[in-house]
């Protein structure tokens, strides 16, 4: 069982709310926290853009896969 410090369900923001709603909640993580996505498709645009903005800052682990629910674990480092 993970230890999440929030979870962000992304399915409930409209489009344009998404990532900055997402980018605050992990923002909002110490070093070490966990935050919990939860999404309707793969979030790898996402992913792509932690990348190129906190780059080696996060951990990104895919705790389940569709077909129609995605949960992500971020973890700050």
């Not at 409209?14 to 919990?36: C, G, Y």
């Amino acid at each position: 069982m993970e230890n999440f410090t929030t979870s962000v369900d992304a399915r409930e923001y409209e489009p344009k709310l998404k990532h900055p709603t997402i980018f605050n909640a992990f923002e909002s993580l110490k070093s070490d926290e966990k935050m919990e996505l939860i999404n309707d498709h793969d979030p790898k645009p996402l992913y792509y853009q932690f990348m190129a903005e906190k780059p080696d800052q996060f951990e990104w682990e895919y705790l389940e896969e569709g077909p129609d629910i995605w949960r992500v674990s971020v973890t700050k480092k």
